[in-house]
Structures are given as C-alpha cells and as structure tokens.
C-alpha cells in the first residue's frame, strides 16, 4: 500500500510559479515511479509529467514542456513539480500517482493517488 500526499498548491498570478511536492509512504519509494497529472473543471484529467524510479527518465505534456520540472529526493521519499511561467489554463486540481518503475503518461496503469492539490493562476 502506498499513500502519496500532495502539497504547494496555491494562488498565483500569471507569470509566476509553484513548487509541489508529493510525499509517498508504505512502500519503497525508490522503485516506484511517479507521475502528476491534472484536472481542470469540467475536462478530463490528463497528464503532466512523470519520472522513472531511478530520476534518469523524465516525460512532460507537450502543454508543460520547457515550464514545467519533475525531480524528486529518494532519500526524502518526495517527487517535486515545478511549475514556472504559469498560465491561467494551468489551473486544476494536480494529483500525484505511482506505479512500479516504469513511468507512463496513462492515468489507468497508476496504482495509487494523492487526494490532489489546487493551483490557481489567475490573469
């Protein structure tokens, strides 16, 4: 069983940035990968970024890439979103996801999810 927790959400203004963190217990944290995903109101969730459990393979939407970092701190059981240059269709819910060492950018092959984070970026 693993619990990932999510947080650093927050408001923000365009232009700006968020760091969010994603806690994960119960397992070994070191094999597992990571994944962030978002939901805006009335869209489905979709991908944003994900990291394989060793941090050498990362993945971005193409809507985040260049803005958008995944890292995460074995040693602290954290993966880490940073957000920079925020748009306001940034806004959503950001949810944390794990799986089994390989990362993908499918919602349906994680395991288990955070209760997610809200980031609002306002214009």
């Known amino acids: 069983q693993v619990q990932p927790v999510e947080s650093g959400g927050g408001l923000v203004q365009a232009g700006g940035s968020l760091r969010l963190s994603c806690a994960a217990s119960?397992?070994?944290?070191?094999?597992?990968?990571m994944g962030w995903f978002r939901q805006a109101p009335g869209k489905e969730r979709e991908f944003v970024a994900a990291i394989s459990w060793s941090g050498g393979m990362t993945y971005y939407a193409d809507s985040v890439k260049g803005r958008f970092t995944i890292s995460r701190d074995n040693a602290r059981n954290t993966v880490y979103l940073q957000m920079n240059s925020l748009k306001p269709e940034d806004t959503a819910v950001y949810y944390c996801a794990t799986r089994e060492h390989i990362p993908t950018t499918r919602d349906y092959e994680y395991d288990y999810w955070g209760q997610g984070t809200q980031v609002t970026v306002s214009s």
């Open positions: 119960g397992r070994t944290f070191s094999s597992l990968a």
